[in-house]
């Protein structure tokens, strides 16, 4: 078998792979998912990652479509050399078979955060989000709000 069709093989078997890995997922595990891939995104400083996952139609109350969320996401880069995210989801409710309401709550640091006992030591700042998804191919967010938390309520 030569180079180029083990290679062909392989990306096949991937493909094939994540497929049926990825029809196997309860739309529970899609969002789960999804939160993962914005952490990793976050926490990686990747703002055009983190604006992948946002729809294009996005608007909170602030007033601000996708491109603010993405110049918010490289300022808060440029200002924090090392970003580790802590996420605890309460709720996901869906509204529809397309449509999910996510609550979670997310500690930041500059530090690796090993479990909510070291947040405090760490001087972590931790937010409650109300996220509004919408499932097109894949999972976007369409609506967010976000306040200030604190660490009980990553408990």
């Not at 937010?127 to 894949?138: A, H, I, Q």
Request: aromatic share 8%.
């Amino acid at each position: 078998m030569t180079k180029r069709s083990l290679i062909y093989l392989l990306t096949v078997l991937m493909m094939t792979l994540q497929a049926c890995s990825d029809s196997e997922m309860s739309p529970e595990d899609e969002i789960r998912q999804y939160i993962e891939s914005g952490v990793e995104a976050a926490e990686a400083r990747s703002a055009s990652d983190l604006a992948d996952l946002i729809h294009s139609s996005y608007r909170d109350p602030r007033g601000y479509g996708r491109t603010q969320i993405e110049k918010l996401a490289k300022l808060y880069f440029f200002r924090h050399r090392n970003i580790h995210l802590f996420t605890k989801i309460n709720e996901i409710d869906f509204l529809s078979p397309g449509e999910a309401q996510v609550t979670l709550h997310v500690a930041m640091a500059g530090n690796v955060i090993s479990d909510a006992s070291v947040l405090a030591s760490l001087r972590a700042r931790i937010y409650r989000f109300e996220l509004l998804l919408v499932k097109d191919e894949t999972w976007l967010l369409q609506q967010a709000q976000w306040q200030p938390a604190g660490v009980g309520d990553m408990e």
